[in-house]
C-alpha cells in the first residue's frame, strides 16, 4: 500500500505563483512515475504533469512554459510549481503514483487550488 499526500494549494490572483507537494509513503518502488492531475468544475480530471525517478518530465501542452515538475528521491516527494496562473487553472490538484511493475495507480485527496481576480 502506497498513501498519497497533496499540500500547498490555496487562493491566488491570475499572474500567481503557487507550489504543491505531494509526498508518498509505505511500499515504495525505487522506480515510478508520479504526476499531478486537474479536475475544474463540472470537468473530467486532466492530465498536468508527471516526473519519473529518474528525472524525466512530461507537461500537458495547456502548462508548458508556466508550470515546473520536480521531485526529492530522499522525501519521496513531487512538487508542481506554477506560474502565470490563469483563472482556468482552478481545479482540484490530485497527485497519482504509480511504481513501475505494480498493478495499481495510488492517489491522493486532492488540494483546492482557485485562481480569482
Known amino acids: 500500500q502506497v498513501q498519497v499526500v497533496e499540500s500547498g494549494g490555496g487562493l491566488v490572483q491570475p499572474g500567481g505563483s503557487l507550489r504543491l507537494s505531494c509526498a508518498a509513503s509505505?511500499?515504495?518502488?525505487?522506480?515510478?512515475?508520479m504526476g499531478w492531475y486537474r479536475q475544474a468544475p463540472g470537468t473530467q480530471r486532466e492530465f498536468i504533469a508527471t516526473?519519473?525517478?529518474?528525472?524525466?518530465?512530461n507537461y500537458a501542452d495547456s502548462v508548458k512554459g508556466r508550470f515546473t515538475i520536480s521531485r526529492d528521491n530522499a522525501k519521496n516527494t513531487v512538487y508542481l510549481q506554477m506560474n502565470s496562473l490563469k483563472l482556468e487553472d482552478t481545479g482540484v490538484y490530485y497527485c497519482?503514483?504509480?511504481?513501475?511493475?505494480?498493478?495499481?495507480?495510488?492517489w491522493g485527496q486532492g488540494t483546492q487550488v482557485t485562481v480569482s481576480s
Open positions: 497519482n503514483y504509480r511504481g513501475i511493475g505494480a498493478a495499481r495507480n495510488y
Open positions: 509505505g511500499s515504495i518502488f525505487s522506480r515510478f512515475i
Open positions: 516526473i519519473t525517478n529518474g528525472g524525466s518530465t
